[in-house]
């Protein structure tokens, strides 16, 4: 650390100036704001920020979590909420850090890149007057050739290392030779900060003009669906995106495979699909969890799978009805729920009228692999012996209250008020692929089979590729920075006193103008050669 | 083989314990002034600008004949110390070879696997600077107890038995992301060490005798380099900290999870880990703050390492699923 600790400071001070109060004010805030100080203690407060993120559940990462969350601390849940704690990356207390230290950046930035095109541009300095005061010294020693000649073979060396070298001629016949090198350091620097900038105007970008979906995508011709933003579980469009902007596709899974280990982990999954694009023609692809279905403005990521039931019911007028039910899985090994609904069932064909008391819905387990102990878990993910649980009720759904209700389970309220009541037995009743069940009133559930399911995660953002050149330069610049060592040499040559026989004296001085440890070594292997006895001018040092 | 990887395991503790102790034995009977004679020449060139510690170093150190010294009590524990700890490191290479063999694959696929790779890069890191610097020998004594307590912790909760992965991690952007996650982090973990022992070793040359300061007082080599090995390792650190987690990790979630950053809470952690890091580079370029201020910095950079580590495994719920403590 024996560094002159010359760096570029922000922004110069101007000419002292009778201002405004208010100019004054504004500029005094400027600085405060672009000052190094502050850098640091906003980028303090942006890690103190983000930490509430991963202590509460965020809406935008796991929507179901924060919902349990107010379940379970049902004082304190409205309280996170007001101060954004379910959405802090996008509270306005984290954009104000952000953007400040986005401000903070440029106004440090900016006067940075001026002041460093100056520096590239100008020549490096004159050598001090005293060299021997600068950290490195060489003392004078002597040269055969004229001062001249040891002039330019000097600089010819240092140019050879990539100084920026300027030969001068002094008033007293000798020569200085000044030498710089290091620019990269700032430039990336400068280059790492601006690529800062552009990630995060990158990040706005793909917040604003991006959009996003999950679906449950069954297999089965009949299960396809158009990329439309009903067709989605759920979807957030970009705050500049309308529903029309969505790219065209139609997705339908053909196929799906999942392999396992022993243990019930899985080990690989496969999704087969057909796709179609615009008005093209369907065409067969597939995917996997590391590798996304990458469409035209769209990527369609597998991250999960499970097994959708499907279920025939019979009501007491003998007419069928199908389902496909995806059930959610609540374990590793695929115990899965779900519900299958049938309102519009039990429709006297001599009224025609619906009765809403006959309505008829069903809860189940589904185990892919059942145990031999009838628990209610399944012992493995793949369906070796698949067995469903089922509880039937019938009565009013509860459907059309007009609210959002889940598709995963029953209306609670409608039971608890007893306008939905459970038909059959205590226990539930388990039920085969292929086996039928007769309920109470003559009607019949056929469990017909399962399909597998895979949950698609279905995204684009336009800035992605940007953000990944900007990160790749940034780091780029983040290197040549922290390695790079900018530093000066001078050589002073003078003509020797004995002007009879000739030759020069040549003393140098060097200075790191950063932390450079190895700027020792560098000095003595410039100097030592080259101020050697007319010697060979470069050598081992 | 995956009980050969837990006997060696256990063994690699052991050496690194009993390293511990031979440190811990020249700390003890060490004469500092013999040790601190080799690790103060640099110093002279060293100290300057922003280290406060310049004008004490001198007098801490007594002029000493330039013949070298018969080997001490001191002496010879630290030189089976050295010994010993280069064993544990041979011993914890093999840990890990024979659980990638049991595993077969990259020993990488839980926390304790994670844990068991991360000391094993700051072991290694420590050994090479033991080698080039054999006057930061006494720095030792913290390293293998920082490797000690960590693979204790590694061994107490998160121990998994070996196992394949998940299909998410089937790719090669787990290579490349996890492989350089572990080797920053056990740069930072090594880099912990100095900058642990600059903050004691300062305060005592400030004048502190409160507890952990008067551990400085054996300390032999002078504030500065210590401060100096610190920047260093973490400048090393830094870049690839970057590369790990904050491109090749948002890369790989990409073509996984379908977005490049989702703010999971590993992600979270080592958003604030980064953060962390870049303000100590930046209080430590700026003249006006001291560098003990930013080696603190440094040093709460590693307890949000720590945290991402232990904390966010243990109790947070994440879709990184390698992060699971045993079960
Ligand atoms: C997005 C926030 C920022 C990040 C992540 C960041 C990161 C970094 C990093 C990692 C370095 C170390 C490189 C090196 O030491 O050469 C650095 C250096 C530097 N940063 Fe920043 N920075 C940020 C914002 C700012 C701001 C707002 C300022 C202006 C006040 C600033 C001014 C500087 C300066 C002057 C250096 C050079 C220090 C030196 O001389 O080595 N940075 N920055």
Same mark, same amino acid.
């Given at each position: 650390? +024996?560094?002159?600790?010359?760096?570029?400071?922000?922004?110069?001070?101007?000419?002292?100036?009778? @201002?405004?109060?208010?100019?004054?004010?504004?500029?005094?805030?400027?600085?405060?704001?672009?000052?190094?100080?502050?850098?640091?203690?906003?980028?303090?407060?942006?890690?103190?920020?983000?930490?509430?993120?991963?202590?509460?559940?965020?809406?935008?990462?796991?929507?179901?979590?924060?919902?349990?969350?107010?379940?379970?601390?049902?004082?304190?849940?409205?309280?996170?909420?007001?101060?954004?704690?379910?959405?802090?990356?996008?509270?306005?207390?984290?954009?104000?850090?952000?953007?400040?230290?986005?401000?903070?950046?440029?106004?440090?930035?900016?006067?940075?890149?001026?002041?460093?095109?100056?520096?590239?541009?100008?020549?490096?300095?004159?050598?001090?007057?005293?060299?021997?005061?600068?950290?490195?010294?060489?003392? @004078?020693?002597?040269?055969?050739?004229?001062?001249?000649?040891?002039?330019?073979?000097?600089?010819?060396?240092?140019?050879?290392?990539?100084?920026?070298?300027?030969?001068?001629?002094?008033?007293?016949?000798?020569?200085?030779?000044?030498?710089?090198?290091?620019?990269?350091?700032?430039?990336?620097?400068?280059?790492?900060?601006?690529?800062?900038?552009?990630?995060?105007?990158?990040?706005?970008?793909?917040?604003?003009?991006?959009?996003?979906?999950?679906?449950?995508?069954?297999?089965?011709?009949?299960?396809?669906?158009?990329? @439309?933003?009903?067709?989605?579980?759920?979807?957030?469009?970009?705050?500049?995106?309308?529903?029309?902007?969505?790219?065209?596709?139609?997705?339908?899974?053909?196929?799906?495979?999942?392999?396992?280990?022993?243990?019930?982990?899985?080990?690989?999954?496969?999704?087969?699909?057909?796709?179609?694009?615009?008005?093209?023609?369907?065409?067969?692809?597939?995917?996997?969890?590391?590798?996304?279905?990458?469409?035209?403005?769209?990527?369609?990521?597998?991250?999960?799978?499970?097994?959708?039931?499907?279920?025939?019911? +019979?009501?007491?007028?003998?007419?069928?009805?199908?389902?496909?039910?995806?059930?959610?899985?609540?374990?590793?090994?695929?115990?899965?729920?779900?519900?299958?609904?049938?309102?519009?069932?039990?429709?006297?064909?001599?009224?025609?009228?619906?009765?809403?008391?006959?309505?008829?819905?069903?809860?189940?387990?589904?185990?892919?692999?059942?145990? +031999?102990?009838?628990?209610?878990?399944?012992?493995?993910?793949?369906?070796?012996?698949?067995?469903?649980?089922?509880?039937?009720?019938?009565?009013?759904?509860?459907?059309?209250?007009?609210?959002?209700?889940?598709?995963?389970?029953?209306?609670?309220?409608?039971?608890?008020?007893?306008?939905?009541?459970?038909?059959?037995?205590?226990?539930?009743?388990?039920?085969?692929?292929?086996? +039928?069940?007769?309920?109470?009133?003559?009607?019949?559930?056929?469990?017909?089979?399962?399909?597998?399911?895979?949950?698609?995660?279905?995204?684009?953002?336009?800035?992605?590729?940007?953000?990944?050149?900007?990160?790749?330069?940034?780091?780029?610049?983040?290197?040549?920075?922290?390695?790079?060592?900018?530093?000066?040499?001078?050589?002073?040559?003078?003509?020797?006193?004995?002007?009879?026989?000739?030759?020069?004296?040549?003393?140098?001085?060097?200075?790191?103008?950063?932390?450079?440890?190895?700027?020792?070594?560098?000095?003595?292997?410039?100097?030592?050669?080259?101020?050697?006895?007319?010697?060979?001018?470069?050598?081992?040092? | 083989?995956?009980?050969?990887?837990?006997?060696?395991?256990?063994?690699?503790?052991?050496?690194?314990?009993?390293?511990?102790?031979?440190?811990?034995?020249?700390?003890?009977?060490?004469?500092?002034?013999?040790?601190?004679?080799?690790?103060?020449?640099?110093?002279?060139?060293?100290?300057?600008?922003?280290?406060?510690?310049?004008?004490?170093?001198?007098?801490?150190?007594?002029?000493?004949?330039?013949?070298?010294?018969?080997?001490?009590?001191?002496?010879?524990?630290?030189?089976?110390?050295?010994?010993?700890?280069?064993?544990?490191?041979?011993?914890?290479?093999?840990?890990?070879?024979?659980?990638?063999?049991?595993?077969?694959?990259?020993?990488?696929?839980?926390?304790?696997?994670?844990?068991?790779?991360?000391?094993?890069?700051?072991?290694?890191?420590?050994?090479?600077?033991?080698?080039?610097?054999?006057?930061?020998?006494?720095?030792?004594?913290?390293?293998?107890?920082?490797?000690?307590?960590?693979?204790?912790?590694?061994?107490?909760?998160?121990?998994?038995?070996?196992?394949?992965?998940?299909?998410?991690?089937?790719?090669?952007?787990?290579?490349?992301?996890?492989?350089?996650?572990?080797?920053?982090?056990?740069?930072?973990?090594?880099?912990?060490?100095?900058?642990?022992?600059?903050?004691?070793?300062?305060?005592?040359?400030?004048?502190?005798?409160?507890?952990?300061?008067?551990?400085?007082?054996?300390?032999?080599?002078?504030?500065?380099?210590?401060?100096?090995?610190?920047?260093?390792?973490?400048?090393?650190?830094?870049?690839?900290?970057?590369?790990?987690?904050?491109?090749?990790?948002?890369?790989?979630?990409?073509?996984?999870?379908?977005?490049?950053?989702?703010?999971?809470?590993?992600?979270?952690?080592?958003?604030?880990?980064?953060?962390?890091?870049?303000?100590?580079?930046?209080?430590?370029?700026?003249?006006?703050?001291?560098?003990?201020?930013?080696?603190?910095?440094?040093?709460?950079?590693?307890?949000?390492?720590?945290?991402?580590?232990?904390?966010?495994?243990?109790?947070?719920?994440?879709?990184?699923?390698?992060?699971?403590?045993?079960?």
């Amino acid at each position: 650390m +024996t560094i002159v600790e010359d760096r570029p400071e922000t922004a110069e001070a101007p000419p002292p100036r009778r @201002a405004n109060p208010v100019w004054g004010l504004l500029r005094n805030s400027w600085r405060q704001l672009t000052s190094m100080r502050t850098a640091l203690i906003l980028l303090f407060l942006l890690a103190v920020a983000a930490i509430p993120g991963s202590i509460f559940p965020q809406t935008a990462v796991n929507r179901e979590r924060v919902s349990q969350y107010y379940t379970a601390h049902p004082q304190l849940a409205p309280w996170v909420d007001r101060f954004g704690g379910f959405e802090v990356y996008a509270s306005p207390w984290f954009a104000a850090i952000y953007l400040l230290l986005f401000t903070s950046l440029v106004g440090c930035v900016l006067p940075r890149l001026r002041d460093h095109l100056r520096a590239l541009r100008t020549v490096p300095p004159d050598a001090p007057k005293r060299l021997d005061r600068l950290p490195q010294h060489a003392p @004078a020693r002597t040269r055969p050739e004229t001062p001249a000649a040891a002039a330019e073979s000097l600089a010819r060396l240092l140019r050879r290392r990539m100084f920026r070298t300027r030969v001068r001629e002094l008033p007293d016949g000798g020569f200085s030779v000044a030498a710089e090198k290091g620019y990269l350091k700032e430039t990336g620097n400068l280059l790492f900060h601006f690529a800062m900038l552009a990630v995060l105007v990158g990040v706005g970008f793909g917040h604003w003009y991006g959009w996003h979906g999950n679906r449950i995508l069954v297999a089965g011709e009949d299960q396809g669906f158009c990329n @439309a933003i009903t067709q989605y579980d759920d979807s957030a469009l970009g705050p500049w995106v309308t529903a029309a902007d969505l790219p065209k596709f139609c997705i339908r899974m053909t196929d799906f495979q999942a392999s396992y280990q022993s243990t019930g982990q899985p080990r690989s999954y496969l999704a087969t699909v057909q796709v179609k694009e615009g008005s093209g023609a369907y065409r067969g692809s597939s995917f996997t969890v590391n590798d996304p279905l990458r469409l035209h403005h769209a990527n369609v990521h597998l991250i999960g799978h499970g097994y959708a039931l499907e279920l025939r019911y +019979t009501d007491r007028y003998g007419v069928t009805q199908n389902r496909v039910v995806p059930f959610l899985p609540t374990d590793g090994m695929q115990t899965s729920e779900g519900v299958a609904q049938f309102p519009d069932v039990n429709i006297d064909p001599k009224t025609n009228q619906r009765d809403d008391s006959l309505q008829v819905g069903f809860e189940g387990v589904y185990l892919p692999t059942g145990g +031999t102990d009838g628990s209610a878990v399944s012992q493995f993910p793949a369906e070796n012996n698949p067995v469903l649980y089922l509880t039937a009720y019938r009565g009013n759904l509860g459907l059309d209250v007009g609210k959002a209700a889940s598709v995963y389970a029953l209306n609670r309220g409608q039971i608890n008020n007893g306008e939905l009541k459970k038909i059959s037995g205590e226990r539930p009743q388990p039920l085969r692929p292929g086996g +039928t069940w007769t309920l109470d009133d003559g009607s019949k559930l056929e469990f017909v089979g399962t399909r597998e399911y895979a949950t698609l995660a279905i995204r684009y953002d336009p800035t992605q590729a940007l953000m990944l050149v900007g990160a790749a330069l940034g780091l780029a610049g983040l290197m040549l920075s922290l390695f790079g060592h900018r530093r000066r040499i001078w050589f002073r040559v003078s003509p020797a006193n004995d002007r009879e026989a000739g030759g020069s004296v040549v003393e140098a001085g060097g200075l790191p103008r950063t932390d450079y440890p190895g700027f020792a070594a560098e000095f003595a292997a410039l100097t030592g050669p080259a101020t050697d006895d007319g010697h060979a001018e470069e050598g081992t040092p | 083989m995956a009980e050969l990887s837990n006997q060696l395991m256990a063994l690699t503790v052991l050496a690194y314990l009993a390293a511990m102790v031979c440190y811990a034995g020249e700390y003890a009977f060490g004469k500092r002034s013999r040790i601190g004679k080799a690790a103060a020449r640099p110093a002279r060139q060293l100290v300057g600008a922003g280290a406060p510690a310049d004008a004490e170093v001198p007098d801490d150190v007594p002029v000493q004949p330039v013949s070298p010294p018969k080997p001490g009590r001191g002496e010879w524990s630290g030189r089976i110390a050295a010994v010993l700890n280069v064993l544990a490191l041979v011993l914890h290479l093999g840990t890990l070879a024979t659980r990638g063999i049991a595993a077969d694959r990259m020993p990488w696929g839980n926390m304790y696997e994670y844990i068991l790779s991360a000391t094993f890069v700051g072991s290694a890191v420590w050994v090479g600077v033991l080698l080039r610097r054999p006057a930061l020998r006494h720095l030792g004594l913290f390293s293998s107890l920082a490797l000690v307590v960590l693979l204790g912790a590694a061994a107490l909760v998160a121990y998994t038995p070996v196992g394949p992965l998940v299909p998410a991690l089937h790719s090669y952007w787990f290579i490349v992301h996890v492989s350089t996650v572990i080797i920053s982090s056990g740069i930072f973990l090594i880099g912990a060490v100095p900058a642990l022992m600059f903050v004691i070793k300062n305060g005592y040359d400030e004048g502190r005798r409160s507890f952990p300061y008067t551990l400085g007082k054996r300390v032999p080599t002078p504030a500065a380099v210590l401060e100096r090995l610190t920047f260093r390792l973490h400048a090393f650190a830094f870049p690839l900290f970057t590369f790990g987690a904050l491109i090749a990790g948002p890369l790989w979630a990409e073509a996984s999870w379908g977005r490049y950053w989702g703010w999971d809470p590993k992600e979270v952690w080592a958003f604030i880990s980064w953060i962390v890091y870049a303000a100590y580079l930046h209080a430590r370029a700026t003249p006006s703050v001291k560098r003990t201020v930013a080696t603190w910095i440094a040093l709460f950079g590693f307890v949000t390492m720590l945290m991402n580590l232990f904390g966010v495994n243990l109790f947070f719920e994440g879709l990184h699923s390698y992060a699971n403590a045993g079960d």
